[in-house]
């Protein structure tokens, strides 16, 4: 555990102290507040971030029917017979069409619902590309100031880009089918270039070698390094050595050093949606003030293009 | 026409002057710099938007199969037939699913594509809502510009909400499937709310009668009225009524009286979202500035919540 010590000084709101005590009931009000948008959140946010760093969070991608949830069901046993306590963020696509995968995704790791130690929780990715982010930034402070150790998103279906995933996790894996060799071909290049592990699942299907060999040599090709593993996501086979792996990564990725440039994207993120939306009322209400007298209102109605221009050089001005 | 005349000291750029003169290569040029986000083309916009208000904007939408693309050439054959000239924009979804239909629709209309009083254009609507309508209502301004009389806008698929298409038109028509008496369940409480026209399209099947009955009673309980007709696409019947019905409400749709406030909000739009790209771009060199300072780094480092609301007070100060 490296959770900081917070100041003397300052005092814990208690929704965000019963977080902190281990509280699954209030973690999912403090989250349920935060996909609601209220901004009064923030406030119990900035007093559980100093008891933040302890978890490690990994993202499971893969193309459909390949068995991540199989396989996030055999890594939570793994972790929890460590003694570790697992989160699970599974997001929802927007689109209602893989419904039933994520009925399915649900009925599949109910064997864990009932387990103290392990909390899972779904979310909506709700249109915009970036309120995913936003939103699943925050929950995942929550998660972590909870006491997890160890926190597995799972994009359910396409609603979320490559990238985006990517930016919130410590660590991606890419759950890749075997097959005819074409595999690899599957995968999204932007997978393949910020993937951490590739998990050539369904061992006992033909085409494991030919599958882990392409992977090893588009590796070589690439700057970053990965690692590649097989594994039996049905049979548990190599999911033990995969949690390893997982686990062996944590230090560095809890060092203060490493965490530091994603929290500082979080506080350009954090600062830049604030400031814009009290801008954005500012703006608003200038431009009412100014649709207000009589004369810029026909002068706005007649060309809006001209004026347009005029006004927002008055209200950009520095 | 209700053209306005432009000021005679203004000079109009070589490009605006073009679209005026009624070349669609110049029209194609400046759409695909206003679907680029070329800043510079609000200038032209600007030159332009003088010139409109002469066409008349109409939304067709209505559910796959239901028959849009035969009903809109129908519609193009009869606007022909008077002497005005049509323009069409329809608007792929950004899903890849429907492609099929969208090509579909294009080779349908393609009996017009040679057609010099005709202009054909799809537009793809691009994952962000705002985005579309920002795009399709400077497009319009072109299309309008160009002397078009009549423009048909056509949602392909189910990209973009009907609120959005219903702000972009001056007559919003739905087409309507008769059958077994749901065709009017099946249609969205939105759209039934905020269409003009109700089109019980393929009039050879059976239940029209119903579903007209339905619409009509559906009508008496809305506070705007609406008008119901019914059409079948294929054997043109009911087309020619339903296109005078469109240019019996064209005057009335061209008085500036009825265009102000949708060019008011054109306006606010139009200023809220230039002078927030503008306020985006300060608020991001602010953030990167104070980042600059090593304590303040720290600090943001230590806790993005705590410090993200102490820099946006500061950022927002009026």
Redesign the interface.
Known sequence: MIR?SPDPESCIRPEAAEVLSGSFLAASRLIRRIEAGDPAV??D??DL??FTGNACVMGITGPPGAGKSTLISGLIRRFRDLGLRVGVLAIDPS?PVSGGAILGDRIRMQSHAADPGVFIRSMASR???GGLSRVARDVL?VLDALGLDMILLEPVGSGQSDTEIASLVHLLGVLVPPGTGDGVQTIKAGILETADIFIVNKCDLPGVPEAVADLRGMLHLRSRPGWVCETCARTGEGTGELADYILSRRTEIQS?QN??PA??D???S???R???A???K???DR?EAF?AVPEN?RA??????????E??EQ??R?
């Open positions: 900081k923030l406030a946010l900035a971030f100093p689109s249109g915009g590309a402070v203060w965490r530091a929290i500082r979080h506080f350009r954090l600062v830049s604030l400031a814009l009290h801008l954005e500012q703006v608003a431009i649709l209102d706005a109605s007649d060309n809006p293009y001209r004026l347009a221009r006004l927002v209200l950009v520095p």
